[in-house]
């Protein structure tokens, strides 16, 4: 097989590969029932609550990856002024 030989094709078969169809085990909840039950409150807040977390727990990892903590010198900026199509440094 030349596939052997070509290192980008190890793996890579030409066929599809057969994947189980899937079917549902469970019976569906029939809509009528769902319907008439009332929803519980305690269930939704909860996941509520678990979202929430979630989500300070990414802006909170958002934070870090962001913005690096300061220097020792504290925060510096470095600007360049310009003029007719020439940079010259601000300092």
């Known amino acids: 097989c030349s596939s052997d030989l070509n290192p980008l094709l190890v ?12 079917s549902l085990n469970r019976k569906p909840k029939s809509r009528v029932e769902s319907a008439l039950n009332p929803i519980d409150l ?25 913005y690096s903590k300061p ?13 007719k199509g020439k940079s010259i440094p601000l300092i």
């Open 11 to 22: 793996g890579v078969s030409a066929k599809p590969v057969n994947r189980p169809i899937l």
């Open 42 to 66: 305690t269930v939704l807040a909860e996941y509520h609550k678990q979202i929430e977390s979630n989500l300070q727990r990414i802006e909170r990892k958002n934070q870090r990856t962001w």
């Open 71 to 83: 220097g020792e010198r504290g925060i510096t900026c470095s600007g360049r002024q310009k003029i």
